[in-house]
């Protein structure tokens, strides 16, 4: 099986009719770059940058953030990666951010909305990540959207900071894409109109699984329910994926589902562009891709 896969190493991502497929990585530290290079992904779909935060004692400064993506941008030499900004909250926390207890953090103040709410941390992640761009091919993803409203401010705070660097005559790259995750059912359906903000979508499945069904990813008990293959799921896959095209923009999805291979045909003829997995999944997928659509 190995040596088999090992025909796919250095390949294209194709599928059977030729159409390419963006075939990347999920990491969540720099150090993980070695095994995405070692995978042979195409590029980083999915950088968790709240690990970051969570190994550390305190706000990271915006050096070392800076430091952090330029050295993952340096180790992808100029393929594509994609940076999560902050995901913090529900499962994820640090005490050095206060929140306050919550019945529902997975519904709570976490994400952008910690981001907007305090744009203090947002504008250092920002910063670090617009001067570590000019270092390779960089592109930056918001999570938890759920209004388009929470779009345009990320793009504001976005221009704000360029503006800074442009003054402090700090260079930044010109080319940096800007994308959303849909993983809320309320961003799948108003897909259509976020399109029109953004330069791509990452379908985040497993929260959106969660959302859509109102099952807690956390809660072992009930994972028999937690079933990413509900038609509603899938529906909401087919509807975001149609809305990006029209608008002309790309689409992916990088949660757990990307990596199924029994759920693999689906994505193909559903027409996503890209999907992001774990470095582990990557041969194998190129090799599944290589047999469908
Ligand atoms: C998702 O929700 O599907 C996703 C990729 O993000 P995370 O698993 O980090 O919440
Ligand atoms: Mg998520």
Same mark, same amino acid.
């Given at each position: 099986?190995?040596?088999?896969?090992?025909?796919?190493?250095?390949?294209?991502?194709?599928?059977?009719?030729?159409?390419?497929?963006?075939?990347?990585?999920?990491?969540?530290?720099?150090?993980?770059?070695?095994?995405?290079?070692?995978?042979?992904?195409?590029?980083?779909?999915?950088?968790?940058?709240?690990?970051?935060?969570?190994?550390?004692?305190?706000?990271?400064?915006?050096?070392?953030?800076?430091?952090?993506?330029?050295?993952?941008?340096?180790?992808?030499?100029?393929?594509?990666?994609?940076?999560?900004?902050?995901?913090?909250?529900?499962?994820?926390?640090?005490?050095?951010?206060?929140?306050?207890?919550?019945?529902?953090?997975?519904?709570?103040?976490?994400?952008?909305?910690?981001?907007?709410?305090?744009? /203090?941390?947002? !504008?250092?992640?920002? @910063?670090?990540?617009?001067?570590? #761009?000019?270092?390779?091919? %960089?592109? *930056? +993803?918001?999570?938890?959207?759920?209004?388009?409203?929470?779009?345009?401010?990320?793009?504001?705070?976005?221009? /704000?900071?360029? !503006?800074?660097?442009? @003054?402090?005559?700090?260079?930044? #790259?010109?080319?940096?894409? %800007?994308? *959303? +995750?849909?993983?809320?059912?309320?961003?799948?359906?108003?897909?259509?109109?976020?399109?029109?903000?953004?330069?791509?979508?990452?379908?985040?499945?497993?929260?959106?699984?969660?959302?859509?069904?109102?099952?807690?990813?956390?809660?072992?008990?009930?994972?028999?329910?937690?079933?990413?293959?509900?038609?509603?799921?899938?529906?909401?896959?087919?509807?975001?994926?149609?809305?990006?095209?029209?608008?002309?923009?790309?689409?992916?999805?990088?949660?757990?589902?990307?990596?199924?291979?029994?759920?693999?045909?689906?994505?193909?003829?559903?027409?996503?562009?890209?999907?992001?997995?774990?470095?582990?999944?990557?041969?194998?997928?190129?090799?599944?891709?290589?047999?469908?659509?």
């Amino acid at each position: 099986l190995r040596a088999r896969l090992e025909q796919f190493r250095g390949k294209e991502t194709l599928t059977l009719s030729g159409r390419k497929i963006h075939l990347y990585a999920n990491i969540g530290s720099a150090d993980d770059i070695e095994l995405a290079k070692a995978s042979d992904a195409e590029g980083i779909g999915l950088f968790r940058s709240e690990y970051i935060y969570l190994s550390s004692p305190d706000f990271p400064s915006e050096e070392t953030q800076f430091n952090i993506y330029k050295q993952v941008l340096e180790g992808m030499s100029g393929k594509q990666v994609i940076i999560r900004t902050l995901d913090i909250g529900a499962d994820k926390t640090a005490d050095y951010f206060m929140l306050k207890p919550e019945d529902n953090p997975a519904m709570g103040m976490r994400a952008v909305r910690i981001c907007l709410t305090r744009p /203090e941390i947002f !504008k250092t992640q920002l @910063k670090a990540l617009y001067r570590a #761009s000019i270092y390779g091919n %960089l592109a *930056i +993803m918001f999570p938890m959207i759920t209004t388009v409203e929470e779009v345009k401010q990320c793009i504001a705070l976005c221009d /704000e900071v360029k !503006k800074d660097l442009s @003054k402090n005559s700090i260079p930044y #790259s010109h080319n940096v894409s %800007l994308g *959303i +995750m849909i993983e809320t059912p309320a961003s799948a359906i108003i897909s259509d109109e976020l399109a029109q903000y953004v330069d791509f979508f990452s379908i985040g499945t497993n929260d959106l699984t969660q959302f859509t069904l109102a099952v807690d990813r956390q809660n072992a008990e009930i994972s028999k329910f937690l079933n990413p293959y509900h038609h509603a799921v899938i529906r909401l896959i087919e509807y975001t994926v149609k809305n990006a095209h029209d608008a002309g923009i790309w689409v992916g999805v990088c949660g757990e589902l990307a990596a199924d291979e029994g759920f693999t045909h689906e994505l193909v003829r559903i027409g996503v562009d890209e999907i992001s997995v774990a470095p582990s999944s990557v041969l194998m997928l190129r090799a599944r891709i290589s047999t469908l659509g």
